[in-house]
């Protein structure tokens, strides 16, 4: 579509809350407002579009400027537009949700900036994966928000998303009641090990872009919070370094849990894997229980996944599940 950034009328404004609470989530509901923010890489014009009109036809309204993709060698746009763009996009009022075209690389460029930020008075979900986690990380221990860890607008576009996985995203941004199980855990350590009952909010994202974070005024939080880690495209004794440098700075201490998620085209030169052979090394010392088996990342399935809001993990005999429960307050 050549016009690419829509006049909201009074029909299309978000709803406001019933709540006395002005920062309070409601869920999604037909004909509100969503935001497409390009943070990080660049991406073809047409993967904006498509996945625009796929946002269009599940019943929403899309906005997003015009000048939103003009790459700067491999970014979107420049550090000042994107920032800017940002912060447009998370202040304004009349958009409920602000989801990023794709990751790629570009927005630990914007900490600095968004740092400084006051924090803004409304809430809203922000969803990406990869890059995004970079942000996410900012707003869920800074700002004290909730964030979707799940797929990026490119993802849609590219239809490559199963019709289960779409409705549980779908599910995810509309139902108040909604919790998304990951089912099929498995420990890793002796931790993990007889019963567990865990609870706490789930944090982190992608493991090489959580471990730029250390040293900055954006280094992860962890305590009382059950980590989350992914990665794409890693050999294994990369994985290694990043989980070392982060147990080395304190990154793990006070945390309830670390869960992973996908690894995804993690092989050797030679075709070996050896991912799961490092994960369970690493953890085979830590105090804390670990545990695979989570659906998102850059995999095939990447199941939303809530950071900032209440987690449970249950387990017997190194297996068990873990519920992510929804930031959204009914209107009713």
Same mark, same amino acid.
């Given at each position: 579509m050549s016009k690419r950034k829509k006049t909201l009328t009074k029909k299309t404004k978000v709803r406001p809350s019933k709540s006395k609470k002005a920062s309070e989530l409601i869920p999604l509901q037909k004909g509100d407002v969503i935001e497409i923010i390009a943070p990080g890489s660049h991406a073809p014009l047409n993967h904006l579009e498509k996945g625009a009109e796929v946002l269009r036809q599940w019943g929403y309204e899309v906005v997003y400027d015009e000048n939103l993709l003009k790459p700067e060698i491999f970014l979107s746009n420049t550090d000042e537009y994107r920032f800017n763009s940002f912060k447009k996009a998370i202040t304004n009022p009349n958009s409920k949700i602000v989801w990023c075209l794709r990751g790629g690389y570009g927005s630990i460029r914007l900490l600095p900036f968004i740092e400084k930020m006051a924090v803004p008075k409304n809430k809203k979900i922000l969803i990406g994966l990869s890059d995004i986690s970079s942000l996410q990380t900012v707003m869920t221990q800074k700002w004290g928000w909730p964030c979707l860890h799940s797929a990026l607008i490119d993802r849609l576009a590219l239809e490559k998303l199963t019709e289960k996985n779409i409705q549980e995203i779908k599910s995810a941004l509309t139902d108040p009641d909604f919790v998304m199980n990951f089912s099929g855990?498995?420990?890793?350590?002796?931790?993990?090990? %007889?019963?567990?009952?865990? *609870? %706490? #909010?789930?944090?982190?994202?992608?493991?090489?872009?959580?471990? $730029?974070?250390? %040293?900055?005024? $954006?280094?992860?939080? *962890? +305590?009382? +919070?059950?980590? @989350?880690? #992914?990665?794409? &495209?890693? !050999?294994?004794? !990369?994985?290694? !370094? &990043?989980? /070392? /440098?982060? +147990?080395?700075? %304190? =990154?793990? #201490?006070? =945390?309830?849990?670390?869960? @992973?998620?996908?690894?995804?085209? &993690?092989?050797?030169?030679?075709? #070996?894997?050896?991912? /799961?052979?490092v994960l369970s090394n690493f953890c085979a010392t830590l105090k804390i229980p670990a545990f695979t088996g989570i659906e998102n990342g850059h995999g095939e399935l990447q199941r939303p996944l809530f950071f900032n809001t209440k987690a449970e993990i249950t387990s017997s005999d190194n297996s068990g599940e873990m519920k992510v429960y929804s930031p959204f307050k009914s209107e009713k």
């Open positions: 855990l498995k420990g890793i350590n002796k931790a993990a090990g %007889g019963k567990k009952k865990i *609870t %706490g #909010e789930v944090v982190g994202g992608n493991l090489m872009v959580i471990a $730029s974070t250390l %040293g900055t005024p $954006s280094q992860i939080k *962890t +305590k009382n +919070k059950i980590v @989350f880690l #992914e990665e794409l &495209c890693e !050999r294994a004794y !990369r994985v290694d !370094r &990043c989980l /070392q /440098q982060l +147990k080395q700075a %304190g =990154a793990f #201490e006070g =945390a309830k849990a670390i869960v @992973f998620g996908d690894f995804t085209n &993690c092989d050797e030169p030679n075709k #070996e894997n050896y991912i /799961q052979d």
